[in-house]
């Protein structure tokens, strides 16, 4: 894939509708303040209609389509907050998530530079569609729409200086590469990634808001995963674009909620499996209730706690095997003992007795066996499942 050389773009430097010198407008392009969050008190209510607006973009033959840079050696900073309205629907099966939030960009346009005594307001999207804005792309978004209900939900705020603050909503379904080797003790990792589709990063440059560049509308309650940790960062990995350009990066840190998997799925699988260890228990007279015991338990659970269950069905495995062995060998007493009733001696009486009685020693010693082994070899893997299965390397257990 061929990339684009940044020195092949050409540059179209703007000037200054207010015409300030260098030194002032390099400081002013600079200034971190406008990443701030956007004081909208009641004076806000006073701002002039975007009505005020259109003879600047007449009288300065303003074109939307070039980006306000002044100076070729500095890059038009655009920054950047999100006020999450609403963060949910995170899909295991399509591997996505929702996110709806207010988008904030505030950046400098030197053409706006105005002489009035108080900032443009413009909600009228025909207005806002005639002056210049960052072409943010959200790299890892399956789908976006902006709401239009019940009017579209576009604001825009040009001060006196040339700063420029736009707010649009906008609902995302970013793509979520999840790794489920711990499930249900898993941890995912949500991005959401921002970038410029046209402008490479010499020439716009996007950053966070210094300060709160994350707003929660609301407090976020998921059904399944719990918010560990957000994060941003001033640069990502995008292999894939042809121009080397500016991104931002959302981090969701996340970690599912156990206690539900616990009652619904290693209490019941338990319980099962320790119900068919009654089967040593139960008297020799009783062989239906032995094996209809296991084969229960059997057919009960089968749910993607792949390593849980596997085992569980092991030991069922197993109690089923004892069971029938015991079967076995007491159908094989009786019909000794039957024998030994037809004896045509006592010698031949004698040997037929004692291979009863060693058969009887053999299914007693067996069912001894087979209610400690089952469980302490049950506790042994309980302390292996939880110390090393959960607690493992999710990257280690996916194939290439």
């Not at 929702?98 to 443009?120: C, G, I, T």
């Not at 009960?300 to 069905?313: A, C, G, H, N, R």
């Not at 037809?342 to 291979?355: I, P």
């Amino acid at each position: 894939m061929e990339i684009i050389n940044e020195e092949e773009l050409a540059l179209n430097l703007q000037t200054d509708s207010l015409y300030r010198n260098e030194s002032i407008l390099r400081d002013l392009l600079k200034n971190e303040v406008i990443g701030e969050k956007e004081d909208l008190g009641s004076e806000a209510f006073r701002d002039l209609g975007g009505s005020f607006i259109t003879p600047l973009l007449k009288e300065k033959k303003y074109d939307n389509k070039s980006i306000p840079l002044v100076f070729a050696d500095e890059p038009l900073k655009v920054f950047v907050a999100l006020e999450v309205i609403h963060l949910g629907n995170f899909d295991n099966f399509q591997m996505e998530y929702e996110l709806d939030v207010f988008l904030h960009m505030q950046w400098y346009d030197v053409r706006l530079a105005n002489n009035f005594s108080k900032p443009v307001r413009i909600m009228e999207k025909k207005i806002i569609d005639r002056i210049w804005k960052p072409d943010a792309l959200f790299l890892n978004s399956k789908f976006s729409y902006f709401h239009v209900v019940t009017f579209p939900n576009f604001l825009m705020r040009i001060y006196p200086n040339g700063h420029v603050t736009y707010t649009v909503r906008v609902t995302l379904l970013p793509d979520c590469q999840m790794n489920f080797c711990n499930f249900p003790h898993d941890k995912q990792r949500c991005d959401l990634l921002i970038s410029s589709i046209a402008h490479p990063k010499s020439v716009l440059e996007f950053r966070w808001a210094s300060k709160q560049p994350i707003i929660f509308a609301k407090r976020v309650l998921l059904t399944d995963l719990r918010i560990q940790s957000i994060g941003t960062e001033q640069q990502c990995q995008i292999d894939e674009k042809l121009i080397p350009s500016s991104c931002l990066l959302l981090l969701f840190r996340l970690k599912r909620e156990g206690a539900r998997y616990i009652a619904e799925k290693y209490l019941p699988s338990v319980l099962a499996m320790v119900f068919s260890w009654v089967a040593p228990y139960v008297p020799y007279n009783y062989e239906e209730v032995r094996i209809i015991t296991p084969i229960t338990v059997l057919t009960s659970y089968l749910t993607s706690l792949d390593i849980w269950f596997v085992v569980i069905k092991a030991f069922t495995v197993l109690s089923l095997v004892e069971s029938l062995a015991v079967m076995a060998y007491i159908k094989r007493g009786r019909a000794i003992e039957k024998q030994a009733q037809k004896a045509a001696n006592e010698y031949e009486k004698d040997l037929l007795q004692s291979e009863t009685k060693r058969i009887g020693r053999l299914y007693h010693r067996l069912d001894h066996f087979s209610r400690v082994f089952f469980p302490v070899a049950f506790i042994c893997f309980v302390i292996f499942y939880a110390g090393i299965i959960v607690k493992r390397d999710e990257s280690q257990c996916v194939g290439n």
